[in-house]
Nanobody
Framework: QVRLVESGGGLVQAGGSLRLSCAAS????????MGWFRQAPGKERAFVAG???????RYADSLKGRFTVSRDNAKNTAYLRTDALKPEDTAVYYC????????????????????WGQGTQVTVSS
């Protein structure tokens, strides 16, 4: 059974930072692409960042320079570093995984991903 567990969310002041973690089990992490998405109240789930099995990264255009995605295959864990947080970054953040063949393509559509975590809340106060 595949399980993705996010952690690291919380309440932070504008300008602050958080590091979100996604611990994976039940899948071959090294051959999985990992994605981060977020969903704010009343809005659709949106792509934030992703990292392929080969370490290729991709970001939502509006978040480049503030968010950094990484992975540690030895720990079966993906990370999302969020810096210079703004109130509009407030959302539930989800990690997702998919079995990847190519190693270099980062998918951005939620429907492309096979597995999802339960989400972690990030709240940024002004």
């Amino acid at each position: 059974q595949v399980r993705l567990v996010e952690s690291g969310g919380g309440l932070v002041q504008a300008g602050g930072s958080l590091r979100l973690s996604c611990a994976a089990s039940g899948l071959t992490f090294s051959t999985s692409a990992m994605g981060w998405f977020r969903q704010a109240p009343g809005k659709e789930r949106a792509f934030v960042a992703g990292i392929s099995r080969a370490g290729v990264t991709r970001y939502a255009d509006s978040l480049k320079g503030r968010f950094t995605v990484s992975r540690d295959n030895a720990k079966n864990t993906a990370y999302l570093r969020t810096d210079a947080l703004k109130p509009e970054d407030t959302a539930v953040y989800y990690c997702a995984a998919l079995d990847e063949i190519t190693g270099v393509i980062v998918r951005t559509a939620p429907d492309d991903y096979d597995y999802w975590g339960q989400g972690t809340q990030v709240t940024v106060s002004s």
